[in-house]
């Protein structure tokens, strides 16, 4: 029985820690209306065609994007002008992060700089911002292989 209930107590322990983490709604990752899962057809309805194609990669005024059979699997902005749902853009001070989203499910720190990542609640997608200098330099949503 004491086995039991310590198994019991440790697995509560997990679960509440990994409730800790940021669990980011899924529709607030994304790029100046792009989502990731987003349609081809959609994504030219929205934006037109792209500057230009090179296979996958298809870029845009101010932003990138990976379409892979049909489907937006990455969008990516090192542009002010595009932001995310929550208002979150390039030139924004890091520490608005965590009030926006959370704890960051992972932290990269590097030597020039730092990724924060955070993760849809379904664990589909995920946002990331490179930080450099305190500064939000980058800013990709992504599905989740």
Do not use: H
């Amino acid at each position: 029985m004491k086995n039991f209930l310590a198994a019991v107590i440790c697995g509560v322990l997990i679960l509440s820690s990994s409730l800790s983490l940021a669990a980011v709604d899924g529709g607030k990752i994304a790029l100046g209306g792009v989502v990731p899962g987003m349609s081809e057809t959609d994504l030219i309805d929205a934006f037109g065609q792209p500057i230009s194609k090179r296979g996958d990669d298809w870029t845009y005024k101010n932003f990138k994007v990976e379409v892979e059979r049909g489907i937006v699997t990455e969008i990516e902005t090192r542009s002010e002008a595009i932001t995310t749902p929550d208002g979150m853009r390039v030139g924004l001070a890091a520490e608005e992060l965590n009030p926006t989203f959370g704890k960051a499910d992972k932290v990269d720190v590097d030597r020039n700089d730092t990724e924060y990542e955070y993760y849809s609640t379904d664990r589909t997608k995920k946002i990331e911002f490179k930080v450099v200098n305190g500064i939000i330099a980058k800013i990709s949503c992504k599905l989740v292989d």
